[in-house]
C-alpha cells in the first residue's frame, strides 16, 4: 500500500497568517538589471505574479545600467560617472532609451506567460501597465560636471497609479522618464523605487542583490537592521567602494524609505529560487529586512493572545513536557503571561505565579517555538519575568521542570527539595511528574 504523506500542510498551515497581512497591501519591487540578466528572473517573475494573483498591488520598478553599459561598450562609447550617477549625454541617452524599452518589452511579455499553460502561472490573465507616471527634471550641474540628461523626480501622478493598483494591474515602471518640457531623462531606479514606495505609502519595499542579503564579518546573513545600523553598513560599503553595489544602491533607498515611514524594506538574491516568497511567508525569512523598530517584541500577554499560546504549547503538553492548560485556564490568567512576538505571532511564552507571602514567584509554562529556540529566547524572557518579580518585591523564582534542568542551571538556578517551595505550592506537588525543583536568587 502506497502511503500518501502531506508535507505542504505544514509550510502552507504557517504562511497562512501572512496570506491575511499581504493581501491588499502595496508593495514596491526594485529589480536591478543584473537581476534581470540572471537566469533565476524567470522564477522572479513568477513569483511577482504570485503575489499579484494573491491580492497583493505590485509596482514593478527595473533599472537597466549593466544593460546600458554593455550597449555602450559595444559601440566603443565611453559615459563616465560622477558620484556615481551616470553622465547621460544625447548619445548615451540613445542607448538607455534602447535599453530601457527592450528590457520594458521582455519584462511584459514575460508576465504575458502567465496565459501558457508551462508555467507556473498557467491560466492567469495579467496585465502590466506602463506610462507617464513619473515626471523628470534634470540634474544639472555638480561641481562643475554637467549631467546632461541624467535626472531625477519631479513628480509622482501617485492617483494615477493607485488607480491602476486598484484596477488589478501590475505597474511597471523604468528608469526614463520625461520632463514637462518633453524631453527624456535618464534616472535611477532606487530613487524611484524609494519615493515611489513612500509617495504611495506602501508597506513594504523589496530590492534584490547577488548575496543572501546584508552579510556580517562572520559571512553571516544579517535579517534584521534598524536604520542607524543599516547607516553603518552602508559606511561601511563606502569606505570599501562598494556602495554602487546591488546591496549599497539598495540600502540607501530604504534608508530613507525607512525614516519617511515605510515599515519594512527586505533584501533579497536574485540568484535563489523562490526568495521572494520564504521571505514574506515563512516566520524566519531568508533574506535581510531593514524595519523602522525591532519586528521582535517581548511584552505582557493579553485576551487576544490566548490562540497563539494555545498553538505554542499544545504540542509541549501533548509530549508531557508542559501541564495541559484549558483555553479558560488561560484566560483566567493571562495577565500572568509574558510573551514574544514576531510579526504578529507568538513565538515565545512563560508565565510568572507570585507567591508574596513568601516572596516567591513561578516560572511556568515557558515555550518557545522550535525554529527560534537557537536565539537566547528563553533568556530574554526569564530576564523579564525577573525584573517583573523585583519589580514586585519578590526575591526568588522557582521553576518546576522534568526536561530542562540544566538549561535552567545555566542560567544560575540551583535545585533544591519540596520544603523550600511555598506552602500552598507544596501541597499540589505533583508527585508522579517527580518534576525537579530549581530556584535562583533575583536581588
Known amino acids: 500500500m502506497n502511503t500518501r504523506k502531506t508535507p505542504l500542510v505544514k509550510g502552507f498551515r504557517q504562511s497562512a497568517p501572512y ?41 514593478m520598478v527595473y533599472g537597466a545600467r549593466p544593460q546600458i553599459t554593455t550597449l555602450l561598450e559595444q559601440q566603443h562609447y565611453n559615459s563616465p560617472y560622477h558620484k556615481g550617477i551616470r553622465i547621460t549625454d544625447a548619445h548615451s541617452l540613445e542607448i538607455a532609451k534602447q535599453a530601457a524599452g527592450q528590457l520594458q518589452l521582455d519584462i511584459t511579455a514575460r508576465f504575458s506567460m502567465g496565459l501558457n499553460n508551462n508555467t507556473p502561472m498557467a491560466g492567469s490573465q495579467i496585465n502590466v501597465i506602463s506610462g507617464n507616471f513619473i515626471i523628470a527634471q534634470p540634474l544639472g550641474i555638480d561641481d562643475g560636471i554637467d549631467f546632461c540628461h541624467s535626472g531625477k523626480i519631479r513628480r509622482i501622478n501617485n492617483s494615477a497609479i493607485t488607480s491602476q493598483l486598484e484596477q488589478g494591474s501590475i505597474v511597471l515602471l523604468g528608469p526614463i522618464a520625461s520632463s514637462v518640457t518633453g524631453e527624456c531623462f535618464n534616472l535611477t531606479s532606487e530613487e524611484i523605487a524609494t519615493q515611489v514606495a513612500i509617495r504611495l505609502r506602501a508597506d513594504k519595499l523589496i530590492g534584490f542583490c547577488s548575496e543572501q542579503g546584508v552579510i ?10 534598524l536604520p542607524h545600523d543599516a547607516e553603518q553598513v552602508l559606511r561601511q560599503l563606502i569606505d570599501n567602494d562598494e556602495q554602487q553595489s546591488g546591496t549599497g544602491r539598495f540600502l540607501r533607498g530604504a534608508i530613507t524609505a525607512c525614516h519617511a515611514g515605510v515599515p519594512r524594506s527586505h533584501l533579497l538574491s ?106 537566547d529566547r528563553g533568556v530574554l524572557l526569564l530576564n523579564k519575568l525577573c525584573q517583573q518579580a523585583r519589580d514586585t518585591g519578590l526575591d526568588k523564582i522557582f521553576v518546576l521542570t522534568t526536561r530542562s534542568v540544566h538549561w535552567f542551571r545555566e542560567q544560575g538556578f540551583y535545585e533544591c527539595d519540596i520544603e523550600q517551595l511555598p506552602m500552598i505550592k507544596k501541597d499540589l506537588y505533583n508527585y508522579q511528574r517527580r518534576s525537579k525543583i530549581l530556584i535562583i536568587l533575583i536581588r
Open 216 to 225: 556580517d564579518s562572520n559571512n553571516d546573513i544579517i535579517s534584521e537592521l
Open 19 to 59: 496570506l491575511n497581512a499581504h493581501v491588499g497591501k502595496t508593495m514596491v519591487i526594485m529589480v536591478g538589471g543584473e537581476a534581470i540578466a540572471d537566469p533565476n528572473f524567470a522564477n522572479i517573475v513568477n513569483d511577482i505574479a504570485l503575489l499579484h494573483s494573491l491580492g497583493i498591488h505590485i509596482v
Open 270 to 375: 536574485y540568484k535563489q529560487d523562490g526568495a521572494l516568497i520564504q521571505e514574506l511567508f515563512s516566520l524566519d525569512g531568508i533574506g535581510t529586512q531593514i524595519v523602522m523598530s525591532n519586528a521582535e517584541k517581548i511584552r505582557r500577554a493579553d485576551i487576544n493572545d490566548i490562540g497563539g499560546i494555545l498553538d505554542l504549547i499544545q504540542p509541549l503538553e501533548a509530549e508531557g513536557i508542559l501541564v495541559r492548560r484549558s483555553r479558560e485556564q488561560l484566560e483566567r490568567e493571562i495577565t500572568l503571561f509574558t510573551v514574544i512576538e514576531l510579526d504578529n505571532l507568538i513565538i515565545g511564552c512563560a508565565a510568572l505565579y507570585p507567591y508574596s507571602d513568601e516572596k516567591m514567584a513561578e516560572m511556568a509554562c515557558v515555550a518557545i517555538h522550535p525554529d527560534f529556540r537557537d536565539g
